[in-house]
């Protein structure tokens, strides 16, 4: 089954780097097939490390020209932030993201709007052509929202051992 993914993936890179005059490497392969893989819309450095457990022979400017042409070739997703940061996203089907203001990770978010919601904001209205719209909310994942709220680290601490379900006493004190 794995198999099976792996040869169509690398088919659909072939033909794709064909038809807008690329040629297929390895490497390339590599990194397509690292964000096919992964639902984390990472950054080129992130691809990076990922894909240099693979090839280890890989460079980081490799990588991001990969990244690129793959993009170029509709392969795969840029999303780029008002502080110059890029991530890349591999699922290029019509979805949205949820950004976490606090750790940066980014989420898919299913679904699209009736088309006559989008109709209604106009936005061709200044003879803008319009070919597609991307939504981004923004806010914090369970993790840092359950973080915000959370306990203070110190006060867990020193709660801790006190309702140990165990009811044993420390390992300080086995090891005494
Ligand atoms: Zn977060
Ligand atoms: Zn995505």
């Not at 807008?20 to 690292?34: D, K, L, M, P, S």
């Not at 894909?51 to 990969?66: D, F, M, Q």
């Not at 750790?103 to 936005?123: H, K, Q």
């Amino acid at each position: 089954m794995a198999r099976h993914h792996h040869i169509r993936s690398e088919q659909i890179l072939r033909e794709a780097l064909d038809a807008n005059g690329q040629r297929f490497t390895g490497q390339r392969a590599a990194v397509f097939r690292y964000l096919l893989a992964t639902d984390s819309h990472p950054t080129a450095d992130e691809v990076f490390v990922a894909v240099r457990s693979e090839v280890p022979v890989i460079s980081l400017a490799t990588v991001y020209k990969s990244l690129e042409t793959l993009v170029g070739c509709g392969l795969a997703i840029k999303l780029t932030y008002g502080d110059g940061s890029a991530r890349y996203d591999g699922r290029t089907d019509p979805h949205h993201h949820a950004r976490c203001l606090a750790c940066s990770r980014i989420f898919d978010v299913a679904g699209r709007l009736p088309a006559d919601e989008i109709r209604e904001l106009n936005p061709g209205s200044e003879g803008f052509q319009v070919t597609g719209y991307r939504l981004e909310f923004t806010g914090f994942c369970e993790e840092c929202h359950e973080a915000s709220l959370g306990t203070d680290p110190a006060t867990e601490c020193a709660t801790g051992p006190a309702t140990d379900p165990t009811g044993e006493p420390g390992a300080a004190a086995h090891s005494a």
